[in-house]
């Protein structure tokens, strides 16, 4: 099938196109700069390069975000535009991937992602909303950003269950070979861990000497951290562990 893949330079956009090809799908990766294998521009801020990034797509996984920038016209009016520069006749699948979480969780990216799920489920196409947990790379720059000198603070009880993201690609293969499920389907990984035991379990593998300092974080999005709405209730889940992550060498 022709998929094309929004985000195509990203985290998780890298690790899908050799998977999808080897699927012998043909790919053709958006981005703005349109760089790296089958890429091509597509700005979702703008709409610029759109249509022609769009044009022929049968399948369409979409993972294109701005989470540092501005969410609300990247991932929200973005989406919008992407709904509306689709070939209605010939998208058969829109994979959404969103984050397990986002309708329970007080945040403001979050309240984003969860806008562009309405948005693609009042679209009309043919769309799964696969809700994802966080995957390990991310997890390892949080955490290399949250250290100060020796001192590694972290949320004190917050639960999590993240995953990796190579396998994240490969469920996506699965994704998008199933009919539209129309609906949030949710994927995470092998097992739920505190923010505090992942900390521990990095600093013994990328910072020794680092001490972990759990810290208690007040208010309605600590809450739900502590309550568990960033793990997943039901759907598939990875195999590879956090801790078998940080087994290889970092890159
Ligand atoms: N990271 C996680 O732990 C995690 C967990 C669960 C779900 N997710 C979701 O999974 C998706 C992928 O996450 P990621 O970590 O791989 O993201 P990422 O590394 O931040 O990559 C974001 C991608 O979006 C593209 N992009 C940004 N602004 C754009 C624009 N205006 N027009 C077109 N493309 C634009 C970027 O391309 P250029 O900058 O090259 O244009 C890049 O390819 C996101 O939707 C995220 O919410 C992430």
Redesign the pocket.
Same mark, same amino acid.
């Given at each position: 099938m022709d998929v094309l893949v *929004? #985000?195509? *330079?990203?985290?998780?956009?890298q690790r899908l196109i050799g998977p999808l090809q080897a699927a012998g799908h043909s790919v053709k990766q958006?981005?703005?700069?349109g *760089?790296g294998p089958g890429g091509v521009r #597509? $700005?979702?801020?703008?709409g610029r390069d759109l249509g022609s990034a769009v044009a022929g797509a049968e399948v369409i996984v979409?993972?294109?975000?701005?989470?540092r920038?501005d969410p609300w016209?990247? $991932?929200v009016a #973005?989406t919008r535009r992407l709904v509306e520069a689709v070939d209605r006749d010939r998208l058969r699948h829109l994979v959404y991937?969103?984050?397990?979480g986002v309708d329970r969780i007080p945040y403001g990216y979050y309240r984003a992602?969860f806008a562009a799920e309405q948005v693609l489920l009042a679209s009309g196409l043919p769309v799964t909303l696969l809700?994802? *947990?966080?995957?390990h $790379?991310?997890?390892d720059l949080l955490l290399d950003t949250a250290r100060r000198g020796p001192v590694l603070p972290v949320p004190m009880g917050w639960r999590v269950q993240?995953v990796d993201?190579g396998d994240v690609a490969e469920h996506i293969g699965t994704v998008i070979a199933a009919p539209p499920a129309g609906d949030v389907v949710e994927y995470g990984g092998p097992e739920e861990l505190s923010a505090a035991d992942l900390a521990r379990s990095w600093v013994a593998a990328r910072s020794p000497g680092t001490h972990v300092v759990a810290t208690p974080v007040p208010g309605k999005l600590g809450a739900a951290f502590r309550d568990g709405a960033a793990c997943p209730t039901g759907g598939a889940r990875g195999r590879r562990t956090y801790a078998e992550h940080l087994r290889r060498p970092a890159h």
């Open positions: *929004t #985000g195509g *330079t990203g985290r998780l956009g958006m981005s703005r700069r *760089t #597509g $700005d979702l801020a703008t979409h993972a294109a975000s701005d989470p920038g016209q990247v $991932d #973005g991937v969103s984050i397990v992602k809700r994802v *947990t966080q995957f $790379d991310f997890v993240p993201v």
